[in-house]
């Protein structure tokens, strides 16, 4: 029996039936255009993920996300194990690049318009994750449990309380009661490494079978005028093209997480006043600057009720921008392109002007 | 447009960097408690090999028996010489790997372009198709 | 030399420094997490007591002091000095207890017996328990591993 590639492959064929799936995906075509860059996004935040999940294994090896051990657990992983600070550093870099691909990879489906027909359900799954990848950027914040993350979670598990009839149910399943205590650390820990995984491999199998299954979206005045866009075959040319990215992603993210490696603060005391210079994470401080800039009082509610408000409806708004941006083609098109920029601008403004 | 894509490839730029910006300042979170030894101070001072033995010094917490409780920041640092060695030479060791690799990938990527270009795997052109005696052209 | 034609072709020596280094470079990963996560934890090399807490011993009693985190097993022998063993079954790690009438250790996992020197003499142990160095210094009392020396 000869021992080679082809017969090895061959063995699995004949039980798993690999050979379709294998043949589809190399008939697999990425077009190219001048917007084609974009389509390194997907796979970045990929394997950013994977850097997080081997990070994260790591770290979980010797947290413990209790109230008395969490922030010295931390500490013994920063001084005692062999490059811990190193492991810490990769997990908080790799979630902060992750996020900013995250926020490239929508804002050039919004710019090119890819959630057009057919792709509305791509774009809601892809909207859900990055929803999910804020909620595990938020979980995540928490577990070292020093005085800023204490400050930042107790603000932002009290937003929920400014929506009206079900806030305060939110706030206290979040918090495991009314206040952050050391139920809150264990439950953010559990929906950190259990539940907002389970939740994302789950929503990110049905984005990426809808992605295959649509094909690559093309730019909108090149569907338009019916051309046939030149395309690279998915493997092996626009795979060997990601490969290199991800070396050069890989590599950045290591780099960095080496020379800006995140210090620890002592463990939060629940009794202590609100250190100087709370905020949340980077992703959220336009957020943080909206909900500021409201008055304490509009009228018969609250400012913060006023800016939750607005804050969701914008939310929502991005969630079904597909249905709103019908006629992409024409001024409303147009239109909603302004609008992204606009949204843009503001996020920019606003998370700038938080740290001023 | 090439304005619009100017702008949008801005727009992404300063949507990556903006978040380095803010994240290295935070590197240096409040120090208001004396005694702390100094923090990751953000940006270019890092750079500097030399700068960074004393940007960056052996931060073991100090020996705390039982429930006392630790005032001070924990700074990131290495606890030997040799684990920063190693370190360095691990980071060197990898922009080498990422630069000879992304050569060698760059030699795969032109061949499988020309190779593609000239249409040598297609066997649905191929003028063999249907051919008996032209067992795996192509596969 | 030219060759016209061999089996190892330019192509093939390219793709295997490409596929080589690539694995050296996975290797290189693989080293730094498995020290990361095996486990850290090492017995102590030696241990500083209280003297006063164990100076009224009579001769015969055993008391447990820790050692890292195993039990430690301090007797006072008949001629007044003191013995220390690790405090844990040679046989399947289980902790001992000092049985006074009997003047024997006792395992209770799978019923062990050491005698009053720590010598298995019953039961599947195949060894005796680990001897430690015990050595008073002023107001302490270290028990150290056997052949460290005496460290300050």
Known sequence: MKIDLKTFLAWFDDRLAVTPLVKYMTKKEVPQHEHSIWYYTGSSILLFLFIQIVTGIMLAFYYKPTLEGANASIARIMTELPLGWLVRSVHSWSATFMIAIVMVHMLSIMLTKSYRKPREVTWLTGMMLLVVSMVFGFTGYLLPWDDLSLSATKVGTNIPAAIPVVGRWVTQFLRGGDDVTGDTLTRFFLFHVCILPLVIFAILVVHILLVQKEGMSIPLKEEIAKKTVPALPFWPNFILREFIIWLVLLGTVLTVALLFAPSLGPSADLMAAAPEGVKPEWYFLFLFQTLKIFPANMGPVTGEFVAVVIIMVGIIGIFVVPFLDNKPETKKGRFFTYLTYFGVIYAIAFSIWSLL | MRGIRVWSILMMVSLVLAPLAAAAGQASPPSDKAGVQAAAPPGAQQVKPAARQEAKPAAKPPAKKGEEKRTEEIVPAYSDIKQRSAVIVFYVWLWLSIAVLAYFLRLWIKEADRVYKAKYYEPEESPRKGNPMAAGVGE | ?152
């Open chain 3, 1 to 152: 030399m030219r060759i016209n034609n061999a089996y190892f072709t330019r192509r093939k020596f390219l793709n295997s420094i490409l596929g080589g280094w690539f694995g050296a470079v996975i290797v290189s990963f693989i080293s730094p997490i498995v020290k990361f996560v095996w486990p850290p934890y090492k017995e102590p090399d030696e241990v500083k007591l209280v003297l006063a807490d164990f100076a009224a011993m009579p001769p015969g009693e055993v008391k447990i002091f820790p050692w890292g985190v195993k039990p430690g097993l301090l007797k006072r022998a008949a001629d007044g000095t003191f013995i220390a063993w690790v405090g844990v079954c040679t046989h399947l790690d289980c902790n001992v207890s000092w049985v006074p009438d009997k003047k024997q250790f006792y395992c209770a996992c799978h019923i062990g017996w050491y005698d009053e020197n720590g010598t298995n003499i019953a039961g599947p142990p195949p060894k005796p328990l680990r001897r430690l160095d015990v050595a008073v210094e002023g107001e302490d009392l270290f028990v150290r591993k056997p052949g460290a020396g005496a460290k300050a």
